[in-house]
């Protein structure tokens, strides 16, 4: 079974600083995609970045990077310079057989 | 491009009911998923279709559950018989071909009373 865990319910950070979001996954398949999903309250889930695991350079959007560990199974996401737009809810998500598989979500709230 | 837009954004029913709701993709998406969120926790997959054709189905999507895509447009999911543990934001996504980003719609909350 493909399963996605975010062991982190709730994370905070100050604006300005980074903060790192953690993922393990769990699959059978050598080739697949993986995703940060961005839910603000209340507001409609966007793509925050996406790796495909045949890929080994991690990917980056802006303020976003992810530290993809393909062995460990590990998907963590980073924001740098942390902006109060950025507290939302954010899952991560595992593509497999043409769905997405998600993660129980991480709530980052932003301190100004 | 509007996105993909839902209806209704809000439901409440009785128990026993039937309700309906619509998803309305993205023009050129020829897939589209329909997801099921429970407060607090990440969405979990339904069933998804390839133009009209509905490709794949969850074990969560028992009998009383029911979703079409005529003509590959639009798509329409129907709960009969609504019980209280359908309560939850049901989410409808698209994408155009297999691993391309899906983009969801902004949900339709079911609260069944």
């Known amino acids: 079974a493909q399963t996605v865990t975010q062991s982190q319910p709730e994370m905070s950070v100050q604006e300005a600083e980074t903060v790192t979001l953690s993922c393990t996954y769990d699959t059978s398949e050598s080739d697949y995609y993986l995703f940060w999903y961005k839910q603000p309250p209340s507001r409609q889930m966007i793509l925050v970045i996406r790796q495909e695991a045949y890929k080994q350079q991690n990917a980056t959007e802006n303020r976003f990077s992810v530290n993809f560990q393909k062995a460990a199974k590990s998907f963590s996401l980073k924001i740098s310079d942390s902006q109060l737009g950025d507290a939302a809810m954010y899952f991560c998500a595992l593509e497999y057989g043409n769905k997405l598989v998600f993660g129980a979500g991480t709530i980052l709230r932003v301190k100004s | 491009d509007t996105g993909v837009s839902q209806d209704p954004r809000h439901k409440i029913t009785k128990r026993g009911q039937n309700v309906t709701f619509r998803c309305d993709p993205i023009s050129e998406h020829n897939r589209l998923y329909w997801y099921r969120q429970t407060l607090g926790q990440g969405p979990e997959f339904l069933t998804y279709?390839?133009?009209?054709?509905?490709?794949?189905k969850s074990r969560l999507l028992s009998d009383r559950f029911s979703a079409e895509r005529p003509k590959g447009s639009f798509s329409t999911l129907e709960i009969q018989r609504t019980e209280q543990g359908d309560s939850a934001m049901y989410l409808c996504?698209?994408?155009?071909?297999?691993?391309?980003?899906?983009?969801f719609g902004p949900g339709t909350r079911l609260t069944v009373t």
């Open positions: 279709f390839q133009n009209e054709a509905q490709l794949e």
């Open positions: 996504a698209s994408s155009f071909g297999l691993v391309d980003e899906q983009y």
